[in-house]
Nanobody, 119 residues
Framework: VRLVESGGGLVQSGGSLRLSCVVS????????MSWYRQTPGKERELIAA????????TYADSVKGRFTISKDNAKKTMYLQMNNLNPEDSAIYYC?????????????WGRGTQVTVSS
């Protein structure tokens, strides 16, 4: 299983970025997927998740209304559209996939992509 994030970079406050996570080696269409972010000295924070046949999306309060998670099953790619960015959004962003086998959930992570928002 391999997850590769891209799309990070430096952006001014108020700007937008779209992150991508390309997945291989996993049944992408059925796998629960999510985005996390982490800053130095802090725990990794779940910010958005998408799961189920209806691709129901959930968001952390800190990003609700500004970020949108989505999937393209044909491209095996998950996205995170980030709008109205502020310096507090600066972090390394990681995608995560779950392989569900009966009652077991196996997590897989990408290596992350850096997002820096300047004020």
């Amino acid at each position: 299983v391999r997850l590769v994030e891209s799309g990070g970079g430096l952006v001014q406050s108020g700007g937008s970025l779209r992150l991508s996570c390309v997945v291989s080696g996993l049944d992408f269409s059925s796998a629960p997927m999510s985005w996390y972010r982490q800053t130095p000295g802090k725990e990794r924070e779940l910010i958005a998740a998408i799961r189920g046949p209806s691709e129901r999306a959930t968001y952390a309060d800190s990003v609700k209304g500004r970020f949108t998670i989505s999937k393209d099953n044909a491209k095996k790619t998950m996205y995170l559209q980030m709008n109205n960015l502020n310096p507090e959004d600066s972090a390394i962003y990681y995608c995560k996939a779950l392989r569900v086998i009966l009652d077991t959930r196996l997590p897989y992570w990408g290596r992350g992509t850096q997002v820096t928002v300047s004020s």
